[in-house]
């Protein structure tokens, strides 16, 4: 009988972490991952929790969600020069219209200086380049949804400019996932895989964030990584803030950087959601950024974006 009971508490710590301390670990497949306090006292189902997270689709709706709203939008774009100084920006003030499946940007009021524009009036650099694609309308766009379901962003058929473009909104809406076509890193931002558990600690906590009760899962490159082990790292850090009554995202913080022959960089963003009329949005971002590719010039680049009066 004592080794039944003592096969018993094995299999309950094991299952559900009941009697861990705190501190204590838990490994899921081949992650190996902290508990805190709080998290061990509100006795979480652990194994539960990292398959939400790693399926988690909320990040994304959130913006296919502007797809079909009226918003207004504050947009700061800079470009600093070696020392640090803004050597271009761009400041503007923007209005999403959203009707029957399409919708239009309208700029409201816009502010530029240094070189952000070309003389054809298009962007001088990619940085704004980029933001514009993920967030502004120039002409009117039609058959918009926002249904994630078969939404899956992919580059397959695509090339040069809008390649990359995919590329960087696989980045930012799906951190974490393997990108196709990205020479040299391919599913090396993949961290969830077993294949990179090796290279990250994992860690789940509990804090009040933006007014909502929220899981906090983080995930954080090991310090001690080196040689081989640490060029296999893109992403550096990722901490996702779920609320605890949704399991939505309610914020996210990651940085990434990489070095590789042709190019480099290295990026954090920051992103806070709001709900509104039912949806869940972004309503901040933040990017810092300082990338290099082979033959184009470096750049250096700062932009924020707050949104709000949403309706539909």
């Not at 094991?14 to 509100?42: C, M, W, Y």
């Not at 997270?53 to 709203?69: G, H, I, P, Q, W």
């Not at 940007?105 to 990619?126: C, H, M, P, S, W």
């Not at 809008?162 to 951190?175: D, I, T, V, W």
Request: glycine share 6%; hydrophobic share 40%; with cysteine.
């Amino acid at each position: 009988m004592p080794a039944l009971w003592c096969l018993l508490f094995l299999l309950l710590l094991f299952a559900g972490g009941l009697h861990a301390q705190p501190g204590d670990t838990l490994q899921i497949d081949k992650k190996v991952i902290t508990l805190s306090e709080i998290v061990i006292r509100n006795n979480i189902d652990v194994p539960s929790f990292i398959k939400r997270v790693e399926n988690d689709t909320s990040f994304y709706k959130a913006f296919r969600n502007l797809r079909v709203l009226n918003f207004t939008s504050l947009n700061d774009i800079r470009m600093m020069d070696k020392k640090g100084n803004v050597k271009a920006s761009l400041y503007s003030k923007t209005f999403q219209w959203a009707e029957n499946g399409c919708r239009h940007t309208q700029v409201l009021r816009e502010e530029a200086t240094g070189d952000i524009y070309n003389r054809k009036g298009g962007y001088n650099y990619y940085t704004p380049e980029l933001y514009a694609s993920l967030f502004f309308a120039k002409d009117t766009i039609c058959g918009e949804t926002n249904i994630v379901k078969g939404a899956e962003l992919q580059v397959r058929g695509k090339s040069g400019m809008a390649k990359h473009k995919e590329q960087l909104k696989m980045l930012f809406f799906n951190p974490g996932k393997a990108i196709p076509g990205l020479p040299f890193i391919g599913n090396k931002t993949a961290i969830f895989d077993d294949s990179m558990a090796a290279l990250y600690d994992y860690s789940i906590d509990m804090e009040e964030r933006l007014g909502e009760w929220c899981y906090v899962f983080t995930i954080k490159a090991k310090e001690e990584l080196k040689g081989f082990k640490k060029d296999r790292v893109v992403i550096d850090e990722m901490t996702t803030w779920f609320s605890t009554k949704t399991m939505e995202v309610i914020a996210r913080n990651y940085s990434m950087s990489y070095k590789a022959g042709v190019y480099d960089f290295d990026v954090t963003m920051q992103v806070e959601m709001t709900h509104t009329a039912g949806y869940l949005v972004p309503r901040l971002l933040r990017y810092t950024g300082n990338w290099h590719v082979v033959f184009k010039k470096r750049e250096d680049g700062v932009f924020t974006a707050t949104l709000f009066d949403f309706s539909n």
